[in-house]
C-alpha cells in the first residue's frame, strides 16, 4: 500500500514562510507525478501544485510566485516551500501521488496563517 507522510505545517503570521515535506513510500516514486493540494474548512480541495516525474511544474494562479514545489527522487519526497504566506492559505495541505488511475493521498497537515 502506498503511503505519503506529511510533516512541517504550523502557525504562521501573514508575510512568513513554512516549508511542507512529503515522505513517499511503496511506489516508483521516480515515475510518479506528485502533487500538493489543500482544503480549507467549508471548501472543495482544491490543486496548490504538481510537479511530474521530469520535473514540470504546474500552479494555481492563487499561488504562483509565492509557492516552490520540488522533488528529490534519490529520498522520495517532495517539498512545498511557501512565501509570503497570506491568512486565505490557511488550510490542511495533502500530499497526493497519481499511480496509474488512482490518486494516494496523506494524512494531511495543518497550516495556519494569522492576519
Known amino acids: 500500500q502506498v503511503q505519503l507522510v506529511e510533516s512541517g505545517g504550523g502557525l504562521v503570521q501573514a508575510g512568513g514562510s513554512l516549508r511542507l515535506s512529503c515522505a513517499a513510500s511503496?511506489?516508483?516514486?521516480?515515475?510518479?507525478?506528485m502533487g500538493w493540494y489543500r482544503q480549507a474548512p467549508g471548501k472543495q480541495r482544491e490543486l496548490v501544485a504538481s510537479?511530474?516525474?521530469?520535473?514540470?511544474?504546474n500552479y494555481a494562479d492563487s499561488v504562483k510566485d509565492r509557492l516552490t514545489i520540488s522533488r528529490d527522487n534519490a529520498k522520495n519526497m517532495i517539498y512545498l516551500q511557501m512565501n509570503s504566506l497570506k491568512p486565505e492559505d490557511t488550510a490542511v495541505y495533502y500530499c497526493?501521488?497519481?499511480?496509474?488511475?488512482?490518486?494516494?493521498w496523506g494524512q494531511g497537515t495543518q497550516v495556519t496563517v494569522s492576519s
Open positions: 497526493n501521488a497519481a499511480v496509474g488511475t488512482t490518486g494516494y
Open positions: 511503496r511506489i516508483l516514486f521516480s515515475v510518479t507525478p
Open positions: 510537479i511530474r516525474s521530469g520535473g514540470r511544474t
